[in-house]
C-alpha cells in the first residue's frame, strides 16, 4: 500500500501529481532545488483546488485536508521514509539519469521508484537505478488533476507486483491506467506529436497561418483545440524532445523534426511558460505569431 510519496519535480506536471496525490489522501514529499518554484507550485495547486470546488468536485473543506497532506522539501532528508518516488523532472535524459542514479541508496529495500517520462526509454532508466525490478513509468497527462489516463510502462525487468501496486495507486487518484509498451513515446506520445509536428510543418511551408490551421483542426476534426494551440500549452522544447527521442529510437524520417519547431526553442519561444511561442501570451488575450 502507497501511503508517503517524494515527487522529485515541482513544475507543471509535479505539481499536478502532487496535487492528485493530496487529494486521494496520500502523504506527498514535493522536491525542487527552487524555493522560489516550491511557492510557485503550491499557489497553482491551490489554485486548482479552488477551481474544482468552483465547479463542485471539491469543498472547501478537500482543500485544507488536501494542503495538508503536502510538504514543499529542498533536501532529501525524507527518501528513506517512502513508498514510492515519482520522478517529474524535465524531459531530458540526462538529468532524469543523474536524479535516479541517486535514490538507491537513500530508499528503503522495498520502495519503488516511477518516471513519469512522457518518450524516454523506461528500461534505460531503469538500469541506472538499484533497483529495476521496482521501477515503472508511470505518465500522467497534462494538466493532471484533469486529464484521466495514466499510462503504465513495464521496463524489461519490472515485475508484476510493482506492475500491479502502481496500477492499484492510479485507480485510487481516479485515474484510468492504461499499459504501454516500452517503445519510444508509447502511445499517447507515439500518435499526439507527430500530427502536432505535421502541424508546424504546415505552417512552417505556408499551407496556413496558426489561427486557420488551428480553426480547422477545431472545427474539422472536432478537437477541443489546435494543434498549434496545444503545442503551446504542452511546451514546445517538450514536444521538440519528444520529437527527438522518436526520430532517433525509430530511424524513420517521418518523425524528423520541423525545422520551424527547432528554431522556436532555439530563440526561447516555449509556449504559454515562456510568454510566447506559436501564441504570444503578452496580452490578455493569446495572438498568433504567424
Known amino acids: 500500500m502507497i501511503n508517503k510519496v517524494s515527487v522529485i519535480g515541482?513544475?507543471?506536471?509535479?505539481?499536478?501529481i502532487a496535487h492528485v496525490l493530496a487529494v486521494a489522501g496520500i502523504d506527498v514529499f514535493l522536491k525542487d532545488i527552487s524555493k522560489e518554484q516550491l511557492d510557485k507550485?503550491?499557489?497553482t495547486i491551490e489554485h486548482n483546488l479552488r477551481r474544482q470546488v468552483g465547479r463542485g468536485a471539491l469543498s472547501e473543506t478537500d482543500i485544507t485536508k488536501a494542503l495538508t497532506h503536502i510538504q514543499p522539501v529542498t533536501n532529501d532528508d525524507h527518501l528513506s521514509d517512502v513508498d514510492l518516488v515519482i520522478e517529474a523532472a524535465t524531459e531530458n535524459e540526462e538529468i532524469k539519469k543523474k536524479i535516479l542514479s541517486a535514490l538507491g541508496p537513500q530508499l528503503k529495500p522495498e520502495a519503488i521508484?516511477?518516471?513519469?517520462?512522457?518518450?524516454?526509454?523506461v528500461t534505460?532508466?531503469?538500469a541506472i537505478t538499484d533497483r529495476p525490478e521496482k521501477f515503472i513509468g508511470m505518465h500522467f497527462m497534462n494538466p493532471v488533476p484533469v486529464m484521466q489516463l495514466v499510462e503504465l510502462i513495464r521496463g524489461i525487468a519490472t515485475n508484476e507486483e510493482t506492475?500491479?501496486?502502481?496500477?492499484?495507486?492510479?485507480?485510487?487518484l481516479d485515474k484510468t491506467p492504461t499499459p504501454a509498451e516500452d517503445f519510444p513515446a508509447f502511445i499517447v506520445n507515439r500518435i499526439l506529436l507527430p500530427m502536432i509536428n505535421e502541424a508546424v510543418y504546415t505552417l512552417y511551408e505556408g499551407v496556413g497561418s496558426v489561427r486557420a490551421i488551428d480553426t480547422a483542426m477545431r472545427l474539422g476534426a472536432n478537437h477541443p483545440m489546435g494543434p498549434l494551440q496545444l503545442a503551446d500549452f504542452i511546451g514546445l522544447d517538450v514536444c521538440l524532445a519528444i520529437m527527438q527521442v522518436l526520430y532517433e529510437g525509430l530511424a524513420d524520417t517521418k518523425y524528423r523534426p520541423c525545422p520551424l519547431l527547432v528554431k522556436y526553442v532555439e530563440a526561447g519561444w516555449l509556449g504559454r511558460k515562456s510568454g510566447r511561442g506559436f501564441y504570444d501570451y503578452t496580452g490578455d488575450e493569446p495572438i498568433p505569431t504567424r
Request: proline share 0%; net charge positive; charged share 15%.
Open 163 to 172: 506492475f500491479e501496486t502502481i496500477k492499484d495507486l492510479a485507480v485510487r
Open 124 to 126: 534505460r532508466l531503469a
Open 10 to 16: 515541482a513544475g507543471q506536471m509535479g505539481n499536478g
Open 41 to 43: 507550485a503550491l499557489q
Open 113 to 121: 521508484i516511477a518516471t513519469n517520462t512522457s518518450s524516454i526509454s
